[in-house]
């Protein structure tokens, strides 16, 4: 097989060209989901879709893809490539982009030198992955991947009272396939790692085997608001300092521990939020995280009698919402090892990883074999206008997964 490589300088510009839509007037990158600074993006997306011959088509979450079908070949499942292009809120501008733009790269390279694929090759890009105006994140590809309702996902209510239906609608971008309308064969997503091993490590590239598994939950802690000059120390029921002994509980655990478990409190509020009153209410997220599904149900269900306990020493009430749970995926052996070995042959560094973050591979993971491919991230930095990966990693991740999406759809 003839060693191709991707337009770099056509990979750039589109990568740059998209970062510079949807800022704001203080010049920070925010492209929420469905709104109209994310509506710039897909149309600009989409346009590019066009201008590379690929066929267009949009689901009813949202979700749109740029399809290759070249004359004669088979309808046999398509390998799909992508990520998102919604952002947070003063973002970076590699983020999801980079997996989506990479993957219309590949597609547009390999259209260019006349490869004929088995199978068709298609570039996606989900809906609402961020989460940040619509819940739960990842939605576009949990939808897809059938665990989550369409009809639910469209009803949900966002941040700003508004429902996803309707945006989606408004900005012209309520499709009319059905969720999960083209099954792929499998699924690639190239992605910034978004920590600092790789750049740490001096590794060029991570071939991601695995995924952490996820616990969301909202916890609410009831107490007693009191004066906070009269009322005694050992007369308190106090809901901020009972928050604080579970925040600090969490990081003890974490930091004592010799595994990966990661545990993060993101979110909190007191009521009333006044700098005399002992707090009467607090509510706060708690986010667990671990590769291994026995051990983040272990770490929930140690949670859980801490809170028990704390509720009876503080003589306070503590109710649980589970917001979110997503077990820990494995990525499909085959598709890590031909990102190996595309790494081997052209002489780039590299080492099998666990993703710390949640992705859309993940759900799509659910449906078909999938994996994912890590460049660096300088410092480690994401969700972050500081997020940052030379021109040189971009372009080398950009090959890697042109490399592999090669072998795949060679082999038919």
């Not at 003063?90 to 999801?96: L, M, Q, R, S, T």
């Not at 809906?127 to 949900?156: F, H, I, K």
Request: aromatic residues 6%; negative net charge.
């Amino acid at each position: 097989m003839n060693i191709l490589s991707i337009n770099d300088e056509r990979l750039l510009r589109h990568l740059r060209s998209l970062g510079e839509i949807g800022r704001d007037g203080n010049g920070r990158l925010v492209r929420l989901a469905a709104s109209d600074n994310e509506k710039l993006g897909r149309d600009q997306f989409v346009a590019w879709l066009v201008e590379t011959g690929l066929d267009v088509a949009i689901d009813r979450i949202g979700n749109i893809f740029g399809i290759w079908r070249p004359e004669g070949v088979s309808d046999n499942a398509p390998l799909m490539l992508g990520s998102h292009i919604d952002t947070v809120i003063n973002a970076g501008i590699y983020d999801g982009c980079y997996g989506v733009i990479s993957g219309l790269e590949v597609i547009a390279t390999l259209k260019e030198a006349g490869f004929q694929p088995m199978r068709p090759v298609v570039v996606a890009a989900f809906t609402n992955e961020e989460g940040v105006r619509y819940a739960p994140d990842m939605m576009g590809s949990l939808v897809y991947a059938g665990g989550l309702s369409t009809q639910d996902a469209l009803a949900s209510i966002g941040t700003d009272g508004s429902v996803l239906g309707e945006e989606l609608a408004r900005i012209g971008y309520a499709g009319e396939h059905e969720p999960g309308f083209l099954r792929p064969h499998a699924y690639i997503e190239l992605h910034i790692e978004q920590g600092p091993v790789l750049e740490r490590e001096g590794i060029l590239l991570g071939a991601v085997e695995s995924l952490q598994g996820i616990s969301w939950q909202k916890v609410t802690i009831v107490g007693d608001a009191n004066h906070a000059g009269t009322t005694p120390i050992s007369m308190r029921r106090d809901a901020g300092y009972a928050a604080a002994r579970v925040i600090t509980f969490l990081r003890d655990r974490a930091k004592a521990s010799s595994t990966p478990t990661v545990a993060t409190v993101g979110c909190i509020e007191f009521e009333p939020n006044a700098i005399n009153i002992i707090p009467s209410r607090a509510t706060f997220t708690v986010d667990l995280r671990d590769p291994d599904e026995d051990r983040l149900k272990q770490e929930e269900a140690v949670l859980s009698a801490f809170l028990e306990m704390l509720s009876q020493e503080e003589q306070v009430i503590i109710s649980v919402e589970k917001m979110a749970r997503f077990e820990p995926v494995r990525f499909d052996e085959s598709i890590v090892n031909a990102i190996e070995n595309a790494a081997s042959v052209r002489g780039f560094a590299h080492k099998r990883m666990t993703s710390g973050a949640g992705h859309d591979a993940q759900m799509i993971a659910r449906i078909a074999p999938a994996a994912m491919i890590f460049v660096p991230s300088k410092d480690g930095v994401s969700h972050n206008p500081k997020e940052y990966t030379s021109d040189q990693d971009l372009v080398a991740g950009a090959n890697i997964l042109l490399d592999v999406v090669q072998k795949i759809v060679a082999a038919g």
